[in-house]
Each structure stands twice: as C-alpha cells, then as structure tokens.
C-alpha cells in the first residue's frame, strides 16, 4: 500500500514568487492536512481539506491556500513568497472518521525562498 | 488553543538502556487523544503510539509505553531497551476529540542513542 507522497521533495523559489506543492494520500483517506515545520515555530497546522472542502484553517495568512480534488490529491499554493516562508511542508492523511487514530505523513517538501 | 510542552530539547541514552521524554499539555478538555510522533532524518513523522484520554491503563507499544497522567496533564514516553534505529526527534501532540482534526504539537526532543 502506498503512502503519502508529496512532490517535490526539494524547491527554490525567490521573493515574490508563488508555489504549488501537491499531495497524494493514501488510497482511501480522504482527510488530508497540511502543516509548516520551522526550527523558530515547530509544526503549526495550515488547514484541513475533506471530500474537497475545507474544513478547518490556521492562523496563517491568506497567501497560502489549497484544495482538493475528487481523488483526495491535495494541492497547497503560497502565493508572493517571503523569505519567512523557508519551511518544510508536511501533508497527512486520515481516515474518514479523522485522525483519531493519528495521521499518515508524507516526506514534506522542503521549500526555500531566497 | 491547546498548547504541548516538551521541556527537553535534547537527550542521550546509551544503547540497550531505557530514558524516558517528558510532555505535557494544557487543555480545558475533557475528552481527547494524545500521541508521540518521532521523526527521522527522512523527514517522515512516524506514529510511535496512541492513548485516549477516556482510558486509565497506559499504551504500550513493544518498546515504547506511556505514562498519562490525566490530572496532572502529563503524557510521557518511555523507551526499553534503546536501539540505533531510535534516534530521531520525537514530537508529542495533542487532538481534540471534539474540535476537529487539528494537532497541536510540542516543539520536540532530539534522542541521540550512544552506542
């Protein structure tokens, strides 16, 4: 059974710029969130996507944002990059009936703005 | 909002021997569950172990076990027999059983296991 995969692993981006990192869960969760882990602020939750809705969204601004598609595959876009924005990006995945029994998480992609 | 407190950045423990990571947590909540993540340099953050807040008895998983402390708000890990394989950073977090999905981490432990 495959896990969650995230593309790409790695990604450089310069100031300004906007990216677009994607996610693909594991074959029947449809549960798919999103966090940003820095050394300075840890793991801190982005948002949470089910069955193509957003269902839940930290406290980040509107600059990042994301969706789902009918096959669960998940996208986050962070748009005008800062350099704050260096982070390695992690998405899980969950059952149905919600992480009550913990998320799956893919590699994360790493993305650095210069 | 939640907030998970792990208050040692960094342990060491010599191989085969036993340590023990400390978590605590902050909540007005009755009903939740808790779980230690570790994360190895391959970045994937592996599920160690799981306890609901609703069970006394403590979870164990092979080597790893918990000690939950409901009233004192304390969630601790504990590795028997250390192997190489252990050392990662190990993150505790926290999930509300009723205010959706979203986790709230602690800010990690890196283990070093000496040989």
């Known amino acids: 059974k495959a896990g969650v995969t995230q593309t790409p692993r790695y990604l450089i981006k310069t100031r300004g710029q906007q990216v677009t990192l994607s996610c693909s869960p594991i074959?029947?969760?449809?549960?798919v969130s999103w966090y940003q882990q820095t050394p300075g602020q840890g793991l801190q939750f982005l948002f949470e996507?089910?069955?193509?809705?957003?269902?839940n969204k930290g406290n980040f601004p509107g600059r990042f944002s994301g969706r789902q598609f009918s096959n669960s595959r998940s996208e986050m876009n962070v748009s005008t990059l800062e350099l704050g924005d260096s982070a390695l990006y992690l998405c899980?995945?969950?059952?149905?009936?919600?992480?009550?029994?913990?998320?799956?998480f893919g590699s994360g992609t790493r993305l650095t703005v210069v | 909002a939640q907030t998970v407190t792990q208050s040692q950045p960094e342990m060491s423990v010599q191989e085969a021997e036993t340590v023990t990571l400390s978590c605590t947590y902050d909540?007005?909540?009755?009903?939740?569950?808790l779980f230690w993540y570790k994360q190895p340099p391959s970045r994937q953050m592996i599920l160690v172990i799981r306890?609901?807040?609703?069970?006394?008895q403590n979870a164990t998983e092979n080597r790893f076990s918990v000690n939950f402390q409901k009233a004192a708000k304390s969630f601790s890990l504990k590795i028997s027999d250390s192997q190489l394989g252990d050392a990662a950073m190990y993150f505790c977090?926290?999930?509300?059983?009723?205010?959706?999905?979203?986790?709230?981490f602690g800010t990690g432990t890196s283990l070093t296991v000496i040989p």
């Open positions: 899980a995945s969950s059952l149905v009936g919600g992480a009550t029994y913990g998320y799956t």
């Open positions: 074959s029947g969760h449809r549960s």
């Open positions: 996507y089910f069955s193509e809705t957003q269902r």
């Open positions: 909540t007005s909540e009755s009903d939740y569950y």
């Open positions: 306890q609901e807040a609703y069970k006394q």
């Open positions: 977090a926290y999930r509300s059983a009723n205010t959706g999905n979203q986790f709230y």
